[in-house]
């Protein structure tokens, strides 16, 4: 059965540092989401991207946040300059039409 | 008033017994409703999918929605110790690229 998949399953960064998370979505579908969800709290949207460009994207997704779909299987998300309050799980999801289907995440400590 | 409303629990069921979850919503013009299963340290795992009122089955899950009165509900027959786990209700998000409310889920223990 077709997965979405995350790598790393765990980044350690310093404050200040660039970070890049990746995900390799669902091969045939065409819309794709980057949620986080800091310990204890619920799931949050940051931004979905369609046709190579961002469609929807919420307060969170500030300018230290970027995404990228640098090829035909690969989708980013980087910040740029890690903040402490960054630390939280990053779960990548990808649909065909209105399911989304979840990744099993990127645990992001920031020290 | 709070997009999606789920009472946090914890919900305890026995085993055998049937779970009810409950979800309110708060945008009037949503017109897709899911429901994840989130284990503790895991993703959401997708469950249900529901977008007409009224019953939808998939083996031991049901779900309904009203959405009149903004309401959709999770049911799980023959509850097992493993379907233990945090439930989250997610509207979509009316005149969006699909994007969702998610709720902060119900707690459910599946007591053997």
């Known amino acids: 059965e077709p997965e979405v998949t995350q790598t790393p399953s765990h980044q350690v960064t310093q404050m200040g540092q660039e970070v890049i998370l990746r995900c390799v979505p669902i091969?045939?579908?065409?819309?794709f989401y980057w949620y986080r969800q800091i310990l204890g709290q619920k799931v949050e949207f940051l931004v979905s991207?369609?046709?190579?460009?961002?469609?929807?994207k919420s307060e969170i997704f500030d300018d230290q946040f970027s995404v990228e779909r640098p090829d035909g299987s690969n989708f980013t998300l980087k910040i740029r300059s890690t903040k402490l309050e960054d630390s939280a799980m990053y779960f990548c999801?990808?649909?065909?039409?209105?399911?989304?289907?979840f990744g099993p995440g990127t645990r992001l400590t920031v020290t | 008033q709070k997009e999606v409303e789920q009472n946090s629990g914890p919900l305890s069921v026995p085993e055998g017994a049937i779970a009810s979850l409950n979800c309110t919503y708060s945008?009037?013009?949503?017109?897709?409703f899911f429901w994840y299963r989130q284990y503790s340290g895991k993703s959401p795992e997708l469950i249900m999918s529901?977008?007409?009122?009224g019953d939808k089955e998939d083996g031991r899950f049901t779900a309904q929605l009203n959405k009149a009165s903004q309401y959709v509900s999770l049911l799980i027959r023959d509850s097992q110790p493993s379907d233990s786990a945090t439930y989250l209700c997610?509207?979509?998000?009316?005149?969006?690229?699909?994007?969702?409310?998610f709720g902060t889920g119900t707690s459910l223990t599946v007591i053997p």
């Open positions: 999801a990808s649909s065909g039409a209105s399911e989304q289907y």
């Open positions: 091969s045939n579908h065409l819309y």
């Open positions: 991207f369609y046709n190579n460009e961002i469609s929807e």
């Open positions: 945008d009037r013009g949503s017109q897709s």
């Open positions: 529901i977008y007409s009122n």
């Open positions: 997610a509207p979509e998000k009316t005149n969006t690229g699909n994007q969702f409310y």
